[in-house]
């Protein structure tokens, strides 16, 4: 260890010194040794001795080391050189050189003389000497330390500002208290430990060297009791050694300027006399141990340019008086500064460029080096506790936290602060009772918040006028001076519209004059609120331009007259308010009225109600594309004047709105129901689309409603019950479809006072449903109206249901015919013979038969009425219910049913676009419906009356049971067919005949139904005649009705029987001598005897009962006569042959015209005599198509010459 700490690196002049420094060294070190280890006594002595041996003795050195230490730094060249090596003059009279009374040598100060070389070894040579400055020379090297062993006296060192370099030994003499070394270029520096300086050492500067070094190394062995120690501007790293040394006197700790690292260590807290507290410039982090507010004594502090970080402690305010400086400046501070520190209002306070929260407390910003600092100390502070004073804040009536250092002044009631909690943004006083006088100097205060944003003080006790200086608050976007007592007054100065304003309310002061115009240039204004003040004359236009940014304009309850500028009307989505301006003259610009934001609506001078839905009525119905739009939308015009509108008589109401044909279309505005008085609406012959809105039906006043022609739309059209006064509705000639809900229609009488498109066909898939209207329409645009025919009004549901009514007519018509005839016939013949009856039946039996037949047609298969057979009947019968079906289909067809789309029927009606009532367009007159009576007449009637006659022929007793069934089966089938084509064709014409020709038509169409039973007889010829010949009706089949049993004895039955089987036989003789006779002309003479014998018979019935005999001479008499007469009659027999002329099965044979091959020639009617009664049976002509019965004579000739002859011939049998 001694060898370490006191071996010898340098070179010396000689060797004598060299040994004395390191036994030097050794005799300190041992001693050092032996007293706190009680070791190396040998060593101590030892080396003790060597160095006393060696130390100085005499002063006679002194002169000769002074010459010698001018030699060694070049003395020729010092500055002040006085006296040196002057022989004449002591040495102590040398310049810098101080002797004591015994004039040896205690100080040498040769400071800034331009000394220069290596460290002077001349001046080991004082042993006296306690002071050495060589401070400001430009000496270099090293030292060793060992060159000033020998100044054992030496106290005072201070070699800086020269160059030396090497290894600092602080303690090179052993009673050195003082060392400055600062300003060399060390680099590196330590302390001995044993050497006696240690404990006596208190002062040392390195200071501006290049110590490069661990901290810990340097200061491992630094002096306990040193109270001055500089290192400041140096090289040293790493760490403070923990713990700290213990340097309980130190005063003066200046280590700024070097690489330090870590934390301040806790233990400067314990130094209470440290003064100066220096450890800028380093790389100190952590917190600023709190405990050095305790040094009562500290008067510098400065951490500046660290990394400290946390936050200041508050007792540093405890320094109050003492302090001097306290820079904690550049470094990494944060939070608030505490109040505290405003206690430090005489010291330098140093607090820059930090993380501290501003602003700081009230009373730092009072510290001189703090109160510039606009980051720590806004002029907020000053400019707000400036505001509270001049507003008398102590009364105000919340002032919380108002100049409280314990809170930031972002804190204080009313203040906002930015998001960096350092300028005020908003100052917020409303309300708070505030006092004082707005003034240009409390503007100018507030002016020095530049980022004030909001200044609000309404509802207080200000007051005074706006100054013009309001326009220096350049940052203001929300000023709110309303609501003062008793009011400011005076004209709003035009630097107002300097600001960038958001919002401006100066309402209920006493402001008057004017508005200024130039508020149209506040560009970013959102809310202007002037009410309730004495503002006079016109409302500026200039207002209009703030359209892209205002929202809320208040100019209500002052004294504004004129117009209302229609500028204003370019302000949208605005609250407008300018009610309680009684002056204003009216009506308002339309495009104000209709704001819904402005209280204008109310005011009905100013904004008439129905003015604003008329507007709305056009913008929805884009009016823009009208037609016609005079005055509409004008600004001030009056909405009774535009066109289309008419109002009461006061002009007050709308009544009237017709604005047919006039290209409206968009939609209908449900608005419309707003005008309450409104009588007569015509929008008919538009393109108007949409629903149309439900809401119109609480017009409760309007009577015409033409909505007609246009594209309206929905499936479910209501307008309530309350247009009780409506006359007419138009609705037709829309897109309408579903339903109209009922309305309670009572003009169910007018056709054109109800129309809607509930015709057919329809666009829809159903036709639109509405159950009041009187008329409908289709899609073609053809109406009809919706009305009950004459049928329905009757009770009756349709003509299906009125068909079975005609049918059951038509049957009980015939019963009752039938039981008239019957009733006749029973009373003309109440007093006849009882045979004579029987004989007038047994010979108008078969001539009644044969009538029927006639007028039921032989080409027809109702023929088969008559016959016997049962697949005739059937045949019959079908032809029949085909018939009636085929009727019944045109009876359905023709059914007026508007909602049926499978009807025939023909809308004729046409309902104009420019007329309010509908008309018959349909072109069938009393000429075409006479035609068809006509054609009905000619083609029906005969059938009636043939049926009719069936029906006669049915009740009278003559016939049986069975033939007369017959008979009315078929008369009431044939005059039911025929009635009831006629009942067809009467209500299908009305339905779908819409001229003359057409009733023609279809009448003739439907006339042809009547023809199916002829062609089916025609198809059933070809097919098979003679079948049809075995179902009709033949000639000897019963005809003749039983005699009563009362009326009869055993002979007169035995008599009748024998007589009829007789008369039966001589029929089927005479049918079959007619048929030889029509084929050929010799076969006739045959049947004239034949004749003539049945004539005899016939005349022997009239005999008296017993002579048979005799009846039988008078019948052989007879024949014999008519025998002799035969060839004088025979153009008679041919006519009666002719007349007579049927089949084997009660039809005609067809005959050829003699000579020609054709059909014989067609005669009107023909008389056929009956001997058992005066009235004679004409025989009709066939009905229409039919084939007629034919004569059968070869010539017309012959029976022209033997008509008279067949007449009396007749007459006679």
Partial sequence: AASSCCENRNTYDDDVDMLWGDAQCLCDFYTHISTFLQVGDESLNGNCATAAGHRVKSRAWERPSLQKLYMQTGGENWRIKTGWLDERVSHCQWHGVTCNAQNIVTGINLRNNNLVGGPPSAVDSFPALIVLDLAGNKLTG????????????????????????????????????????????????????????????WSVDLRHNELDMEAEDFFRNVPLDVTELVLSKNALRGTFPDPFPSLGKLTRFAFDDNDMEGSIPLDFANFMDLAVLNLAGNHFSGSIPAGIGNLEKLVVLNVTSNRLGWSIPASLGKLEGVMEVL??????????????????????????????????????????????????????IKILEAFYLSFNGPEWVDNSLWLNDSVTYCSWFGVTCDEYGRSTVKLEQGHNGLTGGLSARSIDMLSGLIQLDTLNLTSNYITGTIPTDIGTLSRLSELDLSRQNPGLEGSIPEEIADLSLTVLNLAHNRLDHIIPSVFGTLDEIKVLDLSYNSFSQSIPSELGRLKESITSLDLSSNNLEGWVPSELGKLEDIMLNMGGNDALSGPAPLSICLKPGTDLTSDTKLCPPERNILREIYISAKGGEWTKSSLWLDEYANHCLWFGVKCDEKDE??????????????????????????????????????????????????????????????????FGHDLKNLELLHLHSNLLSGSIASIGWPHKDRSSSYISDCGNPTEFEKSLGCDECTMCCNAQGDCYPDEDTSIQSLGWRNYVDFTWTVFASFFGTACFIAMISLGVDKYRNRNQNFLVAQHVKHGTADNDAKYALTMIGDDSVYQFFLGKSWVGWIICLA?????????????????????????????????????????????????????????????????????????ILSGEERHAYRPRIRFFAGGTLLGAVSLFTFYVSVIYNEAIATSNTEVIVNSVVILFVCDIDELLCDILVSVNSDWV??????????????????????????????????????????????????????TLRQNMDMLVEENTKLRRLSTPRGRGSQGGNTANKGSSETRSTATRTIGTQRKVAGALSVGPQGKAPPRQHSGTGLPPPKKERKTIPNSFSSKSYEVPTHRKGRRRLSDSSSSESSDSSSSGSSDSSSQSH
């Fill in 879 to 951: 032809t029949i219910l085909a018939q009636f079906w085929i009727l019944l289909l045109f009876v359905e067809a023709a059914e007026i049913d508007l909602s049926n789309d499978n009807t025939d029927l023909v809308y004729t009606w046409k309902c104009p676009r420019d007329q309010d009532e509908c008309r018959d367009t349909a072109g069938l007159g009393w000429e075409g419906w006479l035609a068809f009576s006509i054609l009905m007449v000619a083609h029906l009637l005969k059938d009636v009356i043939n049926g009719t006659k069936m029906v």
């Fill in 327 to 380: 820079d904690l400046s550049n470094n990494m501070l944060e939070g608030r500064i505490p109040a505290e520190i405003g206690n430090l209002q005489e010291t330098i306070v140093l607090l820059g460029a930090n993380l501290l929260t501003p602003p700081a407390p009230i009373r730092v910003c009072k510290i001189t080096t703090v109160k510039d600092d606009e980051e720590l100390c806004p002029p907020e």
């Fill in 653 to 718: 109401f709308v009544v009237k709105l017709k604005l047919n044909s006039n290209g409206l279309s968009g939609t209908l505005s449900p608005n419309i129901s707003s005008l309450s008085f409104l009588e007569h609406v015509d929008l008919s012959d538009n393109d108007i689309k949409g629903t149309i809105p439900t809401e119109i039906g609480r017009l409760s006043n309007l009577n015409f409603l033409r909505l007609c022609y246009n594209r309206f739309v929905g499936n479910k059209t209501n």
């Fill in 1029 to 1082: 010949d075995s179902m009709c009706y033949q000639v000897h089949e019963e005809s003749v009705a039983p005699v009563s049993e009362k009326n009869k004895n055993s002979d007169d039955d035995s008599i009748l029987e024998e007589q009829n089987a007789k008369g039966n036989r001589d029929v089927e003789g005479l049918w079959h001598v007619v048929q030889i006779l029509d084929k050929e002309v010799q």
């Fill in 142 to 201: 090293s030292l060793n330390g060992t060159e000033f062993y020998k100044l054992r006296s030496l106290t005072h060192v201070d070699i800086s500002m020269n160059m030396f370099t090497g290894h600092a030994d602080m303690q090179f003499s052993s009673a050195i208290i003082y060392a400055n070394y600062s300003y060399n270029r060390f680099s590196s520096a330590g302390f001995k430990r044993f050497n006696p300086a240690y404990e006596a050492m």
